[in-house]
């Protein structure tokens, strides 16, 4: 841990929940870039930085982790100490003076992003939170490229998370979000110095670990060297895809997901979650909802209602008839064998308000209680 950060605990970990200004409890002020910000005891800098609209950057920082202030790329200026000190760490106190963006926080900021650029033999993916800093920030001074030989697991025969650790700067965001967020721990820093990689135990498969294969090390590395096997030959492409927001169909959760649409083959690339913190499955995905999307453009997936013609075949039609005959079929059972000879089942992967509709239309429209959903077994 670095010698100037403060111990913990910090907002965001289970010991000290993060706290917004104004909820009750008695704030500080502090001044930042020149302007006073009020924040809660316990809050850092970043927070507090971020609630009053100012930019720092971050590399090792998700919203969902405990703050460990080891990317370096948030450090700012600070009253109460003479070296700069980690915004995501550093709480606040009152009176404290901040300078988040001065000629020697820019110059750091370059010059890290250079060190980062040096590490990268086969430059830094488009479109990731490092590539988007070095284009903010610049690199100077240039630096040559330098051996850090870490390995990756080319054995690895999962069809869903592929690590390219040529791209890895060892943030340590994926092996936290495993341990924090998903709790099962499947892959952990390994080696030392220059050798230091993402790994599992014994170098195993993620098949073979606790790995549950939900994606989140994908979503939180802001390098790009996780990324979903089957669309990483893609990855270049990845910044000019459009997200279409929507629903999980998998569950009856509700999580909410992007669709990454290629606007030209007007085809789904691959599933991003939205950011921490913005809808109620904060950022997080199943390996379902986030892998299991190949049935959107699959040839045999049905696009238009069918109904049976005379002679008993499938044809296409359109909703309204669809609609028609399944009421007349239903209505025709009940009225020759009885409102309780009909039964309905809905499914766990609609909405509650899906669900609902199915009883109503059961018991109001049909006159019966028979109604079941498979979640209930």
Same mark, same amino acid.
Request: include cysteine; hydrophobic fraction near 35%.
């Given at each position: 841990?670095?010698?100037? &950060?403060?111990?913990?605990?910090? +907002?965001?970990?289970?010991?000290?929940? *993060?706290?917004?200004?104004?909820?009750?409890?008695?704030?500080?002020?502090?001044?930042?870039?020149? /302007?006073?910000?009020?924040?809660?005891?316990?809050?850092?800098?970043?927070?507090?930085?971020?609630?009053?609209?100012?930019?720092?950057?971050?590399?090792?920082?998700?919203?969902?982790?405990?703050?460990?202030?080891?990317?370096?790329?948030?450090?700012?200026?600070?009253?109460?100490?003479?070296?700069?000190? +980690?915004?995501?760490?550093?709480?606040?106190?009152?009176?404290?003076?901040?300078? !988040?963006?001065?000629?020697?926080?820019?110059?750091?900021?370059?010059?890290?992003?250079?060190?980062?650029?040096?590490?990268? +033999?086969?430059?830094?993916?488009?479109?990731?939170?490092?590539?988007?800093?070095?284009?903010?920030?610049?690199?100077?001074?240039?630096?040559?490229?330098?051996?850090?030989?870490?390995?990756?697991?080319?054995?690895?025969?999962?069809?869903?998370?592929?690590?390219?650790?040529?791209?890895?700067?060892?943030?340590?965001?994926?092996?936290?979000?495993?341990?924090?967020?998903?709790?099962?721990?499947?892959? /952990?820093?390994?080696?030392?110095?220059?050798? !230091?990689?993402?790994?599992?135990?014994?170098?195993?498969?993620?098949?073979?670990?606790?790995?549950?294969?939900?994606?989140?090390?994908?979503?939180?590395?802001?390098? @790009?060297?996780?990324?979903?096997?089957?669309? *990483?030959?893609?990855?270049? /492409?990845?910044?000019?895809?459009? +997200?279409?927001? !929507? /629903?999980?169909?998998?569950?009856?959760?509700?999580?909410?997901?992007?669709?990454?649409?290629?606007?030209?083959?007007?085809?789904?690339?691959?599933?991003?979650?939205?950011?921490?913190?913005?809808?109620?499955?904060? @950022?997080?995905?199943?390996?379902?909802?986030?892998?299991?999307?190949?049935?959107?453009?699959?040839?045999?997936?049905?696009?238009?209602?069918?109904?049976?013609?005379?002679?008993?075949?499938? &044809?296409?039609?359109?909703?309204?008839?669809?609609?028609?005959?399944? *009421?007349?079929?239903?209505? @025709?059972?009940?009225?020759?064998?009885?409102?309780?000879?009909?039964?309905?089942?809905?499914?766990?992967?609609?909405?509650?308000?899906?669900?609902?509709?199915?009883?109503?239309?059961?018991?109001?429209?049909?006159?019966?209680?028979?109604?079941?959903?498979?979640?209930?077994?």
């Amino acid at each position: 841990m670095p010698d100037d &950060v403060p111990p913990g605990p910090f +907002p965001g970990s289970a010991a000290a929940p *993060a706290r917004a200004a104004g909820d009750g409890l008695a704030t500080l002020s502090v001044v930042i870039d020149g /302007t006073q910000v009020h924040a809660a005891p316990g809050e850092t800098l970043l927070q507090a930085a971020r609630r009053a609209g100012v930019t720092i950057p971050t590399l090792c920082h998700d919203e969902r982790l405990a703050p460990t202030g080891a990317c370096r790329m948030c450090l700012v200026e600070s009253s109460d100490s003479r070296r700069m000190v +980690p915004a995501c760490r550093h709480p606040v106190a009152e009176g404290l003076e901040v300078v !988040t963006d001065s000629a020697r926080v820019h110059r750091h900021r370059q010059s890290l992003l250079s060190l980062y650029a040096a590490d990268a +033999p086969e430059g830094v993916k488009p479109g990731t939170e490092l590539d988007r800093h070095m284009r903010t920030y610049g690199l100077e001074p240039g630096l040559p490229q330098v051996n850090a030989p870490r390995e990756g697991r080319p054995d690895d025969d999962n069809k869903y998370v592929l690590f390219q650790p040529e791209s890895c700067i060892l943030c340590a965001r994926c092996t936290r979000y495993c341990d924090e967020v998903e709790a099962v721990a499947a892959i /952990t820093l390994a080696e030392r110095g220059s050798a !230091t990689t993402i790994a599992t135990a014994d170098n195993v498969s993620l098949l073979d670990s606790t790995c549950e294969l939900c994606g989140g090390c994908i979503d939180t590395c802001p390098t @790009g060297a996780l990324v979903e096997r089957k669309v *990483a030959h893609r990855q270049d /492409t990845f910044p000019s895809l459009k +997200p279409v927001r !929507t /629903t999980c169909n998998y569950c009856g959760v509700g999580c909410q997901f992007d669709l990454q649409v290629d606007p030209a083959a007007n085809q789904v690339v691959r599933v991003t979650s939205p950011a921490p913190g913005t809808t109620t499955n904060d @950022g997080n995905l199943c390996v379902k909802g986030r892998f299991a999307y190949g049935f959107i453009g699959h040839p045999e997936r049905l696009t238009e209602p069918l109904i049976r013609d005379a002679s008993g075949e499938l &044809v296409p039609t359109d909703w309204d008839t669809a609609l028609q005959r399944a *009421a007349d079929l239903l209505t @025709g059972v009940r009225d020759k064998f009885g409102k309780d000879t009909l039964g309905f089942i809905s499914s766990s992967r609609c909405t509650n308000e899906e669900n609902y509709l199915v009883q109503k239309l059961a018991r109001a429209a049909f006159g019966t209680n028979n109604c079941h959903q498979c979640a209930a077994t």
